[in-house]
């Protein structure tokens, strides 16, 4: 009932988005709802086609799934369609597909039949290196056409592997990088790397609780870097700092190793590797955001950290969207009476931003009510998850809870300012065939799961 509730209201607001006086006909094909009309029978058909499915098939047939996906994925960047820079579809006349949605699915299913295959431990160092690998290589895939977003994606499947027993230290180092970048980004590089070196050096402290050890340890440091500063300065010897603190590190980390030899220090080659690890880090962001990101996606990441402003180039669509949800008040404007809809200020109103279409013709009762819909609908996969009998349904369930909960808060933080325009599609109310029939194949194989989910799994 969710299902159909959700898909509903995402129509309406389609219909609403798009309204023209001139098509008032629901069925009207030259217009985006009556093709999201055909596009939601379709998305009917399919979901009934995966339930009368044997359940066995899902999983005996993952990697050949999987492998199939992966094939569209390569054929998409030989023969797709070029739109807007990007070669992320298959055009066959006013039909297009995008096979990066259904990836999603594809990898989840691969990494289920993987995860709960006999003797498999996330812990050990070939597990974890072929499940980075299936994960890995559809979002390379994706990155090449290039689609930034879809991409993204791929990091949320890091909290089935938490789920299944990966270490809680590599979720928060991944967390911490997330925080670096941004850091990075917004602050004086050499601020960053000194502040590194010293929580780097208390966390040390904290964590070995030796005094001496400690001093040691700093005063290795301070002594090869004042004499290379001292180097630097009496002879001009030309060093820049950032040589200076990061030789320093490396020749101290060096030394260091006796001690560790001698007293069995685990925690300081730990917090060693951590530390330089995150220097260097600091150095590969300016690379990854100058020549990885696309302007575009630059200047939205500036402008949500107040970087810089463009209102009326990249931080438009934010703006005009964050002015219609605005506009809506407690109750909204009604049902076809919003007037950033009706004179399209907002791009991409029935696709990407369909939210701020809720937001000004429902009010906050509408947007706290489409919310509230998804937050029932997420714990509701949650829940089923939690109850499976097999690995293979179980970890299938959270690829999929993960998948939603990802695009559901990407996609409404974006349309309110709070996170980066990635252009993802809210699951079953963005306009668009390939997003709404690969959420549907996602849910509905888990559903198929779940009615079978007493029946043994390979």
């Known amino acids: 009932m969710l299902y159909l509730l959700i898909v509903f209201l995402g129509w309406v607001n389609i219909y609403s988005a798009v309204y023209n006086e001139e098509h008032h006909k629901i069925f009207d094909l030259s217009q985006r709802y009556g093709k999201q009309l055909v596009l939601i029978f379709g998305a009917l058909i399919i979901a009934l086609l995966v339930i009368v499915t044997d359940s066995r098939f899902y999983s005996l047939f993952a990697y050949f799934l999987y492998a199939v996906v992966i094939l569209l994925l390569i054929t998409v960047l030989l023969f797709g369609k070029d739109i807007h820079g990007a070669k992320s579809w298959f055009e066959l006349g006013a039909f297009r597909l995008q096979p990066a949605e259904f990836a999603k699915a594809g990898t989840a299913l691969a990494l289920a039949r993987y995860l709960s295959s006999r003797g498999f431990n996330i812990r050990n160092l070939k597990n974890l290196f072929n499940t980075g690998l299936i994960i890995f290589v559809p979002a390379l895939l994706i990155l090449i056409q290039p689609d930034t977003g879809s991409t993204l994606v791929y990091f949320a499947f890091i909290l089935v592997l938490y789920r299944e027993g990966l270490s809680g230290g590599i979720l928060i180092i991944g967390i911490l990088m997330v925080v670096l970048f941004i850091l990075t980004l917004i602050m004086d590089k050499m601020t960053i790397i000194i502040a590194l ?16 050890r400690f001093l040691i340890a700093a005063l290795i ?9 001292g180097l630097k300065e009496f002879t001009g010897l030309e060093l820049s700092v950032y040589f200076i603190l990061i030789f320093s ?3 101290s980390g060096f030394i260091y190793i006796y001690f560790v030899y001698f007293h069995r220090i685990q925690k300081a080659v730990l917090m060693y590797l951590l530390m330089f690890g995150s220097i260097i880090f600091t150095f590969t962001v300016d690379y990854t955001f100058n020549n990885i990101l696309k302007p575009h996606q630059q200047k939205r990441i500036n402008i949500l950290l107040n970087i810089e402003s463009d209102p009326y180039g990249s931080g438009y669509n934010v703006n005009q969207s964050i002015i219609a949800i605005g506009s809506g008040g407690l109750y909204g404007k009604g049902f076809l009476q919003g007037t950033q809809t009706k004179f399209e200020f907002v791009p991409e109103q029935s696709t990407d931003f369909i939210f701020c279409t809720v937001g000004e013709e429902w009010g906050f009762l509408g947007t706290s009510l489409i919310i509230i819909l998804y937050t029932v609908f997420l714990f509701r996969i949650l829940f089923l998850a939690e109850r499976q009998r097999s690995e293979f349904g179980r970890v299938f369930g959270y690829s ?13 933080g974006m349309t309110i300012g709070l996170l980066p325009v990635i252009g993802i599609p809210l699951p ?19 559903l198929r799961l779940d009615i079978s989910r007493q029946e043994y799994f390979i």
């Open 197 to 212: 070196l010293v929580v780097g050096y208390l966390v040390f402290w904290i964590l070995d609780r030796n005094i001496k």
């Open 221 to 229: 440091y301070i002594g090869l870097a004042g004499s290379l500063f």
């Open 249 to 251: 590190l490396i020749i």
């Open 400 to 412: 999929v809870f993960v998948i939603f909960l990802f695009h559901i808060v990407i996609n409404i």
């Open 428 to 446: 079953f109310m963005s306009y668009g065939g390939s997003s709404l029939w690969a959420f549907t194949i996602l849910l509905f194989v888990f």
